[in-house]
C-alpha cells in the first residue's frame, strides 16, 4: 500500500550562510558561503514523504512571486500534488535565515509572510483531500487557528494525525486530543512538559508527562542523542546513526515525514523509530534543508549497515 499523506503547513525560500561559528549576541561575523534553496517546514515534510515513497498532497500558501514560482515547482518535480498550494497577491512568499556553524549546528530565523494566510477557513477548503488521506502532518509555522482546523477535521475522519509542534509553544489539552502522534525536539518538549530534557531519561519523563494530557505517542528527537518513543508499547531509545553531518538544517522534519511513512507502512515503533532516525541522518550529509540524497533505497542501505554495527534493539524503559 502506497501511504496518503497531507501535509498542512509553511512554504519558505531559505537563505543559508556558512560561517566557522554562530555568532554571539551582539557580534558581527563574516559569511563563509551563501545559496538559497526551498524549505519550510511543511514544505520540507512533503518532499522528504514523497521521496519515501508516499503519496502526498501539500497545503499551504506562497506569493505571487518567482520564489513562490520555484517552491511549487519543486515541489510537483518531486510528484508531490500541489493543488492545494494557492498564491496571495497581496503577500511575499515565506523566507528563512539560516546560519550554519562547521560542525553543521544552526540557527534560523523565519519570516511567515503568505504562511499567515492559511487560516481556517483556507485549510477547510481542503477537507476533502484531508479526508481522503491515511495520515495529516501538521506544525506551527502557520496559524495556529488552521493547524487545529486541520486536526479537527482529520479527527472527524478518523485520519492519523501526526504533529511537530515547531516552532515551540505551549498548547493546550483540547489541540493535543486530536493528536495521535507528537514529534517535538528537546527544546520543545522541554517547554510542552516543564520538564527540563538533558539526556534520555529526562526525554522519556518529558514524554510521559505529555502523554499525560491526551497524547497517545510522543517521540522527541534528540540531535546527536538520536530519538526517544514513548506509548502504549512502552518506550525505546535509539541512538544517532553514524555519518559525516555537514548541516542539520531539515532534519528534524525529515524525520517527521521518515515516522510518518513507517509507521503507515508498518505500524512498529521500533521499526519506525529507527527508519525516521536513519532518514534525518540521511539530511544531514547535504547541505540544505531538502536533501537530494533522501531515497527509500538509501535508507534501507544505512539500516542494514547500521544493524551490523548497532546489533541491538537500543535502551527499553
Known amino acids: 500500500m502506497q501511504p496518503r499523506i497531507v501535509v498542512v503547513g509553511s512554504l519558505n525560500m531559505d537563505m543559508s550562510l556558512g560561517v566557522t561559528r554562530l555568532p554571539r549576541q551582539g ?87 503568505a504562511n499567515d494566510a492559511l487560516s481556517a477557513d483556507r485549510v477547510r477548503e481542503a477537507e476533502g483531500v484531508i479526508s481522503e488521506a491515511h495520515a495529516l502532518i501538521v506544525q506551527f509555522e502557520t496559524p495556529m487557528a488552521g493547524v487545529e482546523e486541520a486536526l479537527r477535521i482529520a479527527r472527524q475522519h478518523n485520519v492519523l494525525t501526526v504533529c511537530n509542534p515547531a516552532p515551540a509553544r505551549r498548547v493546550d489539552s483540547g489541540l493535543l486530543a486530536r493528536v495521535d502522534i507528537l514529534i517535538p525536539n528537546e527544546v520543545e518538549a522541554s517547554m510542552m512538559s516543564d520538564v527540563p530534557v538533558r539526556d534520555i531519561p529526562s526525554a522519556m519523563q518529558a514524554a510521559e508527562s505529555i502523554r499525560s494530557r491526551g497524547v497517545d505517542r510522543v517521540v522527541i528527537t534528540l540531535g546527536e542523542n538520536g530519538a526517544i518513543y514513548a506509548g502504549p508499547e512502552g518506550g525505546f531509545h535509539c541512538p544517532a546513526f553514524n555519518v559525516k553531518s555537514v548541516d542539520t538544517t531539515g532534519a528534524g522534519d525529515a524525520f517527521v515525514a521518515g515516522f510518518a511513512v513507517a509507521w503507515l507502512t508498518q505500524p512498529d515503533p521500533w521499526h519506525s523509530l529507527q527508519y525516521a532516525c536513519a532518514v534525518g541522518a540521511i539530511v544531514t550529509e547535504t547541505i540544505g534543508a531538502q536533501s537530494p540524497a533522501l531515497s527509500k533505497q538509501n535508507v534501507g542501505r544505512l539500516l542494514r549497515t547500521a544493524r551490523g554495527v548497532q546489533g541491538v534493539r537500543g535502551a527499553r524503559s
Open 27 to 113: 557580534e558581527t561575523t563574516t559569511a563563509l558561503r551563501a545559496r538559497f534553496s526551498p524549505g519550510g517546514k511543511g514544505a520540507n515534510q512533503a518532499l522528504a514523504a514523497a521521496q519515501l515513497g508516499a503519496h502526498v498532497s501539500m497545503v499551504g500558501r506562497v506569493g505571487a512571486d518567482t520564489q513562490g514560482d520555484e517552491l511549487v515547482s519543486n515541489l510537483r518535480e518531486a510528484d508531490v500534488c500541489v493543488d492545494w498550494i494557492a498564491r496571495e497577491a497581496e503577500s511575499t512568499t515565506g523566507m528563512a535565515v539560516i546560519v550554519v556553524d562547521e560542525a553543521g549546528q544552526n540557527s534560523i530565523v523565519v519570516w511567515p509572510a
